[in-house]
């Protein structure tokens, strides 16, 4: 029994990759096509117009813009949502039972934490790429930042609260993003 619930902590736990410090600024081979997602170029009448045009399609997707500032051409959105999957609730429930069983003492049963509640952020920057002031380079980024419920592990108390960060890499999200600016873009330089 000890071994299956040492089977299940290991992939429980395998779900989250833990990132060492000295490799966060190191490029990967995934950089420039992460990069390549995440920017576009935007022709717009001005940074003013492609930067409201981007705020409204923030706010169209649930976003509420926490800071502006449009000398620098940047944006910072974020939203709040229920970060609760079952998959984690059930995982949690089958570690518990697994140790309780497999362990006469309380030295040996696994709580493991699981997510509460999520705040996801957007950061977007607009340089400009030429001297005409109508083309802009945009880059967004999205990720989120993830509460955890208490836990434990044998004697070790996990309390809740814990937070992680994940950067989100779904293609689908950008592409929805770019496509709706190009809309929003359009329909500012209109007027409509």
Known sequence: ??????????????????????????????????????????????????????????QDLGFQVTESERALGFLKAAKERSAREYW????????????????????????????????????????????SGRRHRVRIVFYRLVWQSEGQNGNTNIPPGRQKMEMIHDAGIYQQFFARLAKSVFLEEQKI
């Not at 029994?1 to 992939?11: D, G, K, N, S, W």
């Not at 833990?18 to 490029?27: D, Y």
Request: glycine content about 4%; overall charge negative; charged content about 15%.
């Open 88 to 131: 984690q609730e059930f995982v949690r429930g089958f570690l518990l039972v697994v140790s309780a069983l497999g362990s006469n003492n309380q030295n040996n049963v696994q709580i493991i934490p699981v997510d509460l509640h999520q705040q996801i952020n957007a950061s977007l920057v607009a340089l400009p790429v030429d001297d």
């Open 1 to 58: 029994m000890a071994v299956a619930a040492a089977a299940v902590a290991a992939t429980a736990s395998g779900c989250i990759a833990r990132t060492p410090a000295g490799t966060f600024f190191q490029l990967t081979e995934e950089s420039a096509a992460q990069r390549a997602m995440q920017t576009r170029e935007v022709e717009a009448p001005n940074a003013d117009e492609l930067l409201s045009a981007s705020a409204a399609v923030l």
